[in-house]
């Protein structure tokens, strides 16, 4: 099998005298351990080894320095922004784009472009078109297209723009000066530096072998060149035809210009090599629907490698370091050596996501009385979190569910610390000097707690790495403040860049590792992840002040360069791959659609091999889900058994009008959420849904009238008590409604945000047109209001163990006394009808739009009568439909209505009595009936919004 590296060691031996003479450059650390590797089994005598060097380190070897890290850089360079600028931002708002500008002044350099005549004042266009000479006709027509596209834009851009744009250059000369008395730098200076003094280097002892490099910045190109012209420095490409001599090929872009270079030219073999036409490798491609399926399909192809065969001569390619634990968890068990060259993002570890959220609690918190009130979200993901629930799990599920039960939106401190040390550290109101030092005692009582989890330990040393040095950095810069937003914003930004590095035996086992990792190394086998555009190349555009034109002009990198690149490490891993595996996602992802990399596009038009493709399902039922159908085994009649009248004339509990009516609806529905018992899922609800709406106006006019009974001492209400209870008692009446459902202490100040205020006086105004519409009826005697009184009573049916009582129970929101007829008034937030064709209708559970409201108000009037059997007066069903209090021909009354015909109102219940009694005993015999098993409604529209919907596939 070919392998570059160690073809090239095997040369290097050859033709060396003495090899401790030799010093052998390239592009990374990791293809500098696997050369080292391959000299050394080629070697059969003791003998020194070459020194092996990355570009980088002759770089730094001739500065004499090493570049300081990004965030000290950034404090200099605003440093030196805030004398230029007469009016300069803070820091916090300068870092962002602060970074953009110092990783293009680190391409100026790297790149050898002169920042004078890059950074030219673009208003003196006219001046820069009449002395072009320091141009290329190729520069001159790439800036006149920017200016062209930029007179385009309105004067308000250009200008903003050209500001902005006038500070670069001396910002530049100023920066370049600052670096060199503080001794600091950043590495394109120091290239830069090397670069220019060139002559100065005295002709090294020992001899320098480039390898495997394949596109070099300006100072790189311009180093290698003067070691090959004035030192007999060797370069050794890792090069194919294929790419190389097809001028339409981006991997071979480079290496085209190179070959046409007076120095570097000579260097290229006269024949290149024909590595991946000329040899017969099995390429196969797949398809399939999701990103995390990958991780399987690697799994079983990696089963198939024979067991006599080494690991080492496989690789995994993962552009996407996501699915590097899916495919570690993924691994054939025979597989016990896997060497991972690839770090991982501490941003996915738990430990992570945790200080995020506790980061993100002091984003929101609200003073009251001196005591810090946390918002829910953050407090529910952190009391989730296994590490406050490994420490006292009892008091999480306990403040969870208070939360949850008293829809706390603000939780007190004093409720959380209660759980003990951790959640006092945790549980504080930080100020922005506090930040560093709370979050160093919180990462090292974490590692306390986390002592026997290795790899969380490790997560949080990584990130506790980072925090320190970040913390010196600040301190070193007392002059600058750090406010809580940007700590904020910084933490996130500096540790989406942190990875864990994985410990292992790098030159055994399985290898996995990222793209750009595998440059210069060459497997036999190799299976590539995610080949999916925008992935397998990467999409991510070039983050820049300077414009494309402008950056294309001066020999900046752009795009194109960056595909190259990225092209050519992927069609070197075909040089010696005699077996490739290629997977990529047919399903959209973060927005993307599922589309195989240009890649695969290409090597099915242009390689002269078979590539087979196959399309992976992932098995899934494709038959329609089966109805489901609950028996009524003897289990489920134990729990009917709670709503029947036992021996002591007592039952657990009984049925309400809203229990039958979704029995009604859906015996399935009921079945679950009065038998299993399955609750719909409750969240804190800070928005005013109609739901909350209904209960905020049912407790204001409860509050309104109980009030008016307790101060008065009567239940007798006179049109003359109107005016009063109109304009004095509506707030405070609604206040309560609002204090009790919040469960808001009585005399702590209301404050409420401004949603829950624009319903209170929404509901001021429909509370105040029920009082205006109950004033033109009254007098009216009150006798009972909603939590006052459960009225109740029993009814006989058949069952298979004889004759039995069912429990039948309601709470009537309000029942009067008007002019001798007694009305059982239900409120509704809704749009509910006050009309129904007949009895049997409303027990029609085939009716995609029964009368729920019009049953209900009926059932009332059954068990009003069944609590007062003396009753003797009219018994009315009315609604006060909230939504129609307003309409001037406003009428509460039920109507019995068929068709068009003209409507009979429902004067007395009892007139009904006989037939709707028939009607409930029939369903209730239904409901204990076990030929009959709780299924799935046939009226599909109910579905629409059942919360148990997905349990049954609908």
Not at 230 to 255: K, M, P, R, V
Not at 402 to 413: F, H, T
Not at 614 to 635: F, G, H, M, N, W
Not at 731 to 752: Q, S, W
Request: proline share 4%.
């Amino acid at each position: 099998m070919h392998n570059f590296l160690r073809n090239t060691a095997k040369k290097i031996l050859k033709e060396s005298e003495s090899l401790r003479e030799v010093i052998v450059v390239l592009p990374n650390r990791r293809a500098g351990l696997f050369f080292t590797q391959h000299m050394g089994t080629l070697i059969d005598q003791p003998t020194w080894m070459p020194e092996v060097k990355t570009i980088e380190d002759v770089f730094y070897g001739f500065a004499g320095k090493r570049p300081a890290d990004d965030l000290t850089l950034i404090f200099e360079l605003y440093r030196v922004y805030g004398d230029l600028h007469p009016d300069p931002e803070s820091f916090d708002r300068f870092f962002f784009w602060g970074e953009m500008i110092l990783k293009d002044f680190n391409d100026v350099d790297q790149f050898m472009a002169d920042p004078d005549k890059l950074y030219h004042h673009l208003a003196e266009i006219k001046e820069l078109e009449s002395d072009l000479s320091f141009l290329t006709e190729n520069q001159i027509e790439l800036i006149r297209q920017f200016w062209n596209s930029f007179i385009s834009q309105d004067k308000k851009h250009q200008e903003k723009f050209l500001k902005f744009w006038q500070v670069l250059k001396p910002l530049y000369r100023a920066f370049q000066s600052s670096l060199e008395v503080s001794g600091l730098a950043y590495s394109g200076k120091l290239y830069r530096q090397v670069a220019m003094s060139l002559s100065e280097i005295q002709k090294p002892e020992k001899k320098y072998i480039f390898l495997g490099f394949n596109a070099f910045t300006k100072t790189e190109e311009l180093l290698i060149k003067h070691f090959i012209k004035e030192f007999g420095a060797e370069i050794h490409w890792d090069i194919d035809a294929y790419y190389t001599l097809d001028g339409n090929q981006e991997a071979g872009l480079f290496f085209r210009e190179y070959r046409k270079d007076v120095i570097l030219g000579p260097t290229f073999p006269k024949e290149l090599p024909d590595l991946i036409q000329s040899k017969t490798s099995e390429i196969k491609t797949y398809a399939i629907p999701l990103k995390v399926n990958q991780a399987n399909l690697v799994g079983s192809l990696l089963e198939q490698i024979p067991d006599q065969e080494a690991l080492e001569e496989t690789v995994v390619i993962l552009p996407d370091e996501q699915l590097l634990f899916p495919v570690l968890h993924s691994l054939p068990e025979r597989i016990n050596q896997v060497n991972v060259t690839m770090g991982y993002p501490v941003k996915n570890a738990p430990v992570y996501a945790f200080l995020e959220a506790v980061l993100e609690m002091q984003r929101f918190i609200k003073i009251e009385n001196g005591e810090p009130f946390f918002y829910h979200q953050p407090i529910k993901n952190l009391l989730s979190s296994t590490y406050l629930k490994s420490v006292n799990e009892g008091f999480c599920k306990g403040v969870l569910g208070e939360i949850q039960a008293m829809n706390k939106v603000y939780i007190s401190r004093l409720e959380l610390v209660k759980g003990g040390k951790l959640f006092e550290l945790i549980f504080q109101k930080l100020e922005a000097d506090q930040l560093f030092p709370y979050l160093s005692t919180l990462m090292q009582e974490l590692a306390e707690l986390l002592k026997d989890d290795m790899l969380q330990r490790n997560y949080l040393f990584q990130c506790f790495k980072q925090l320190t040095r970040l913390r010196e950095t600040f301190e070193k810069e007392e002059q600058f403040s750090v406010e809580r937003e940007f700590f904020i914003r910084l933490f996130r930004q500096v540790f989406q860049e942190v990875k864990l590095p994985f410990e292992g035996e790098p030159l055994r086992g399985l290898q996995i590792m990222g793209v750009l990792e595998s440059r210069n190394l060459d497997f036999r086998r190799v299976i590539i992840c995610n080949m999916n555009e925008d992935s397998f190349p990467p999409s991510a555009g070039l983050n820049s002040m300077i414009p494309f034109s402008i950056r294309r002009a001066f020999g900046l990198p752009v795009q194109e360069q960056n595909d190259a690149i990225y092209a050519y490490t992927f069609y070197r891993l075909l040089h010696a791959a005699e077996e490739v595996h290629m997977i990529y996602t047919t399903a959209a992802d973060q927005g993307r659609a599922g589309e195989k990399s240009r890649y695969l596009q290409q090597m099915e038009v242009e390689l002269n091999q078979d590539l087979s493709e196959e399309v992976i399902y992932v098995p899934i039922d494709q038959k329609s889900t089966e109805a489901i159908r609950i028996e009524k085994l003897p289990s489920i009649f134990h729990a009917l058994e709670r709503y029947l009248v036992g021996s002591d004339g007592h039952s657990e509990t009984a049925f309400s009008p809203s229990a039958l009516n979704v029995y009604l609806d859906c015996r399935l529905k009921f079945y679950l959420q009065y038998i299993a018992g399955i609750k719909e899922k409750e969240e804190v609800s800070e928005e005013i849904d109609a739901g909350v709406f209904g209960n905020l106006a049912h407790y204001s006019l409860e509050n309104l009238y109980s009030g008016f009974i307790q101060r008065k001492k009567r239940t007798q209400i006179e049109e003359g008590d109107f005016a009063e209870l109109r304009k004095n008692w509506i707030f405070p009446a609604v206040e309560k409604a609002i204090r009790d459902f919040y469960h808001l202490e009585d005399e702590a100040e209301t404050k409420l945000n401004g949603q829950l205020a624009i319903a209170r006086d929404v509901i001021q105004g429909y509370v105040d047109q029920v009082l205006a519409y109950d004033a033109s009826t009254a007098p009216f005697r009150l006798i009972s209001l909603e939590k006052e009184k459960k009225y109740q009573t029993t009814m006989e049916i058949n069952t298979l163990n004889g004759t039995r009582s069912v429990a039948l129970r309601g709470i009537i929101d309000r029942v009067d006394e008007l002019d001798g007829v007694i009305r059982l008034i239900d409120y509704k937030s809704g749009g509910d009808q006050k009309t129904f064709p007949n009895l049997e209708a409303l027990f029609d559970r085939s009716l995609e739009k029964r009368n729920k409201a019009a049953m209900q108000t009926l059932f009332y009037g059954l068990i009003y009568q069944g609590t007062h059997p003396e009753n003797t007066a009219p018994l009315k069903p009315t609604i006060f439909n909230l939504k129609e209090v307003f309409n001037d021909n406003f009428d509460p009354y039920l109507y019995q209505k068929e068709g068009r015909k003209t409507g009979i109102e429902v004067l007395d219940y009892k007139d009904y009595d006989p037939d709707f009694q028939t009607k409930l005993k029939e369903l209730l015999e239904e409901l204990y009936n076990p030929e009959i098993p709780f299924d799935q409604t046939e009226v599909l529209k109910k579905c629409e919004y059942c919360p148990y919907k997905e349990i049954c596939g609908r």
